[in-house]
């Protein structure tokens, strides 16, 4: 079974008895924490216009275990399930390869997969993002951690919770200017914005490579950047699902890495 793959086209796809969902996404340009955003047409898609990054004053890198497997975020228990650098799909995390074009017109081509001995999130035109399609990668209290490069695009994230038939899922993502959101999203409601802002943690512009991790426990959500929580939120829709990496594009092409995954099961 072909993985779900997230565009930012309304459109459904059926290749190799899988299939792909792609959803038109409108960009809130810095709306309030609890905005949701209802999807519209690619052409209403604007880039984020980011707040001034800040950093609170008690903010404090987390501290290393002397474990190296041991699970560095808070509250720093669970078990190491997964350790993948992402050159290939040797590890047997059955991380997405696909790739397709657009229909009805849409002549975007977006692939998910392994180039170079690095594994990419592209798009001709606009975004997307991708999910392994593992069955053991089922998770309801989580630690999900990954670096992640914008080559090309704006925005770069973490998946969780991600459940394939219902097509929702929570999101963290970070972008070129220095801003993050922590979202969820379903086909009725959209994508809901539980808290958003700035922080000086993420590396700006591109070519930058961040260390995102997405924590799950109970219904607590925590966002981390290079060993900083910049974001805490509680919501309770969703409670289990899988994992995955995301990239996207506003109205450009898109190329995002990412590597070194590591998931603990809490």
């Given at each position: 079974?072909?993985?779900?793959?997230?565009?930012?086209?309304?459109?459904?796809?059926?290749?190799?008895?899988?299939?792909?969902f792609?959803?038109?996404?409108?960009l809130?340009?810095?709306?309030?924490?609890?905005?949701?955003v209802?999807?519209t047409?690619?052409?209403?898609?604007?880039?984020?216009?980011?707040?001034?990054?800040?950093?609170?004053?008690?903010?404090?890198?987390?501290?290393?275990?002397?474990?190296?497997?041991q699970?560095?975020?808070?509250?720093?228990?669970?078990?190491?399930?997964?350790?993948?650098?992402?050159?290939?799909?040797?590890?047997?995390?059955?991380?997405?390869?696909?790739?397709?074009k657009?229909?009805?017109?849409?002549?975007?081509t977006?692939?998910?997969?392994?180039?170079?001995?690095?594994?990419?999130?592209?798009?001709?035109?606009?975004?997307?993002?991708?999910?392994?399609?593992?069955?053991?990668?089922?998770?309801?209290?989580?630690?999900?951690?990954?670096?992640?490069?914008?080559?090309?695009?704006?925005?770069?994230?973490?998946?969780?919770?991600?459940?394939?038939?219902?097509?929702?899922?929570?999101?963290?993502?970070?972008?070129?200017?220095?801003?993050?959101?922590?979202?969820?999203?379903?086909?009725?409601?959209?994508?809901?914005i539980?808290?958003?802002?700035?922080?000086?943690?993420?590396?700006?512009?591109?070519?930058?490579?961040?260390?995102?991790a997405?924590?799950?426990?109970?219904?607590?959500?925590?966002?981390?950047?290079?060993?900083?929580?910049v974001?805490?939120?509680?919501?309770?829709?969703?409670?289990?699902?899988?994992i995955?990496?995301?990239?996207?594009?506003?109205?450009?092409?898109?190329?995002?890495?990412?590597?070194?995954a590591?998931v603990?099961k809490?």
């Amino acid at each position: 079974m072909i993985g779900l793959i997230i565009g930012l086209v309304l459109l459904a796809v059926i290749v190799g008895g899988g299939s792909f969902f792609l959803i038109t996404k409108a960009l809130n340009p810095g709306g309030n924490q609890t905005n949701t955003v209802t999807p519209t047409a690619q052409t209403d898609l604007q880039p984020t216009q980011a707040p001034t990054p800040t950093v609170p004053p008690q903010a404090t890198p987390i501290p290393t275990p002397t474990d190296p497997n041991q699970n560095p975020y808070p509250p720093q228990t669970g078990t190491l399930v997964m350790s993948d650098p992402m050159h290939d799909n040797s590890k047997g995390s059955k991380w997405d390869e696909q790739s397709f074009k657009g229909t009805n017109g849409d002549t975007s081509t977006y692939n998910c997969g392994f180039s170079g001995g690095a594994y990419h999130i592209t798009a001709s035109a606009n975004g997307l993002w991708c999910n392994p399609e593992a069955p053991t990668l089922v998770f309801s209290n989580v630690a999900l951690e990954a670096k992640l490069t914008i080559i090309k695009g704006d925005r770069a994230g973490l998946a969780v919770r991600v459940d394939q038939k219902a097509n929702t899922s929570y999101t963290f993502l970070i972008d070129t200017s220095g801003s993050y959101i922590l979202e969820a999203y379903s086909p009725k409601s959209g994508f809901s914005i539980l808290r958003q802002g700035a922080d000086a943690a993420i590396k700006t512009g591109l070519n930058q490579t961040n260390l995102l991790a997405l924590v799950v426990n109970g219904t607590t959500f925590s966002g981390y950047v290079n060993d900083q929580l910049v974001a805490t939120v509680q919501d309770s829709t969703y409670a289990s699902g899988q994992i995955g990496v995301y990239g996207e594009g506003v109205n450009q092409a898109s190329d995002i890495v990412a590597s070194d995954a590591r998931v603990w099961k809490i």
